[in-house]
T-cell receptor, first 112, second 110 residues
Framework: NAGVTQTPKFQVLKTGQSMTLQCAQD?????MSWYRQDPGMGLRLIHY???????DQGEVPNGYNVSRSTTEDFPLRLLSAAPSQTSVYFC???????????FGPGTRLTVL | KNEVEQSPQNLTAQEGEFITINCSYS?????LHWLQQHPGGGIVSLFM???GKKKHGRLIATINIQEKHSSLHITASHPRDSAVYIC????????????FGTGTRLKVLA
């Protein structure tokens, strides 16, 4: 099993550009989530999904979209990047909500 | 005030010392997770607790649901234990959202 994979590992964007952060898992997990991690603030939930076709907003959803067309993939789209979105982004998955979470390696995003 | 508070925020210890990291929360929960974030950034799950105590190697996690408090203990600490330890709770409010503490940064000196 590859576990949870994220691409890219690093990305630099200019303000206003859009991009998609990819997340995939091969463990047939139902629950997937995206977090951002900023210094001194801990992990904050952006969006989550409890299964294919079902997504919902987390704590900080503005400026981000998600979709879950398959169990395996949960991409995060930045619609129009802003410097405030400079952060480290983690994708995580678990068999169901409340079970052990498996985290991807993270994507370090800088918006200039 | 954050719903999940960790203490201390930073901790430096000598190799071999017994270490305790605390997590207090103000909401009703069904379970609590302890996570470890390595200096390289990767995050792994250490424990999931809903009551009592769990042990894995030199790591021990305890929880007191009534007192809304959990502790993570590291016995015979080693420099490779240097990491950020994060507490996350599962609220009983019916949402599918974890609430995270801001983490405790541990450095173990040789």
């Amino acid at each position: 099993n590859a576990g949870v994979t994220q691409t890219p590992k690093f990305q630099v964007l200019k303000t206003g550009q859009s991009m998609t952060l990819q997340c995939a898992q091969d463990m047939n997990h139902e629950y997937m989530s995206w977090y951002r991690q900023d210094p001194g603030m801990g992990l904050r939930l952006i969006h989550y999904s409890v299964g294919a076709g079902i997504t919902d907003q987390g704590e900080v959803p503005n400026g981000y979209n998600v979709s879950r067309s398959t169990t395996e993939d949960f991409p995060l789209r930045l619609l129009s990047a802003a410097p405030s979105q400079t952060s480290v982004y983690f994708c995580a998955s678990s068999y169901s909500f409340g079970n052990e979470q498996f985290f991807g390696p993270g994507t370090r995003l800088t918006v200039l | 005030k954050n719903e999940v508070e960790q203490s201390p925020q930073n901790l430096t210890a000598q190799e071999g010392e017994f270490i305790t990291i605390n997590c207090s929360y103000s909401v009703g929960i069904s379970a609590l997770h302890w996570l470890q974030q390595h200096p390289g950034g990767g995050i792994v799950s250490l424990f999931m607790l809903s009551s009592g105590k769990k042990k894995h190697g030199r790591l021990i996690a305890t929880i007191n649901i009534q007192e809304k408090h959990s502790s993570l203990h590291i016995t015979a600490s080693h420099p490779r234990d240097s990491a950020v330890y994060i507490c996350a709770v599962l609220p009983t409010s019916g949402t599918y959202k974890y609430i995270f503490g801001t983490g405790t940064r541990l450095k173990v000196l040789a």
